[in-house]
Nanobody
Framework: VQLQASGGGLVQAGGSLRLSCVMS????????MGWYRQAPGKQRELVAA???????NYADSVKGRFTISRDSAKNTVYLQMISLKPEDTAVYYC?????????WGQGTQVTVSS
């Protein structure tokens, strides 16, 4: 499975961004997809995840501001981020998990200026 993430950038506090992650390869093996982030000097953390059944979960810090969704026809998962805060600044990584293993996309930088 290959994952291609895009959509990061620089935005002012209060602004919005939408991240996209396109899957290719053995996607039939994937059970869930998610977005993680890693800020400088911090551990990588789960931001949001969505299962093949459509169930979602979010980190407490992003609930009400971020929305994860998927377009099965496009093999794409999105992360809509609104009301961005400087503390959301991080490299965001797309992740896919399935019975054949876990996969990571390249990171995309999100920078929120105050």
């Amino acid at each position: 499975v290959q994952l291609q993430a895009s959509g990061g950038g620089l935005v002012q506090a209060g602004g919005s961004l939408r991240l996209s992650c396109v899957m290719s390869g053995s996607i039939y093996s994937i059970d869930s997809m998610g977005w993680y982030r890693q800020a400088p000097g911090k551990q990588r953390e789960l931001v949001a995840a969505i299962t093949s059944g459509g169930s979602t979960n979010y980190a407490d810090s992003v609930k009400g501001r971020f929305t994860i969704s998927r377009d099965s026809a496009k093999n794409t998962v999105y992360l809509q981020m609104i009301s961005l805060k400087p503390e959301d600044t991080a490299v965001y990584y797309c992740n896919a998990k399935g019975w054949r293993g876990a996969y990571w996309g390249q990171g995309t930088q999100v920078t929120v200026s105050s």
